[in-house]
């Protein structure tokens, strides 16, 4: 609401005005998501991955073309949360003549995703390769808990 319009040009009223505006600012602020969830979330959009499952193991591949080993990290949170992260930088030219860039296509920038692992993972049994810009994740399964014999009890006669 403009308060201008109806006259009243007081610096109290331009006070009140403004501290309505400034309302409006703080619950968008409050309502919204963080600054980190919403990095975070794109991030996680940004970096498809296929998720299979074998007899004995369960393999994460994702794309990951140009990183090295050392920009990507493979880690286990919370005892059952497999994260995937790390960061593609744009290359940087030192030359004099260094070329501008007309279109810039290839994604740069941060880059994560996180897995919730199911019950049978062993989390002490996981390995990352990453080969031809393919990075595979393995996460071996326990094996299967025996089958528990029954207890035979004996019937006394009394």
Do not use: W
């Not at 005892?79 to 003549?97: A, C, H």
């Not at 692992?117 to 002490?124: G, I, S, W």
């Amino acid at each position: 609401m403009d308060l201008r319009m109806t006259a009243f040009d007081s610096p109290l009223f331009s006070v009140l005005q403004h501290l309505h505006d400034a309302g409006d600012d703080f619950e968008k602020s409050v309502s919204g998501p963080s600054r980190t969830y919403a990095r975070d979330a794109k991030a996680m959009a940004a970096t498809p991955a296929d998720v299979m499952e074998y007899p004995n193991s369960y393999a994460f591949v994702i794309d990951m073309p140009g990183l090295k080993s050392g920009d990507i990290k493979v880690q286990v949170e919370d005892d059952n949360v497999l994260v995937i992260s790390g960061e593609r930088r744009r290359q940087e030219e030192e030359k004099e003549g260094a070329a501008n860039y007309v279109r810039m296509e290839r994604r740069v920038g941060k880059f994560m995703r996180k897995f919730v692992l199911p019950e049978n993972a062993n989390t002490d049994k996981i390995s990352a390769v990453c080969q031809d810009g393919v990075l595979t994740v393995t996460v071996e399964k326990l094996p299967p808990p025996e089958p528990k014999k029954p207890k035979t009890i004996e019937v006394k006669i009394a």
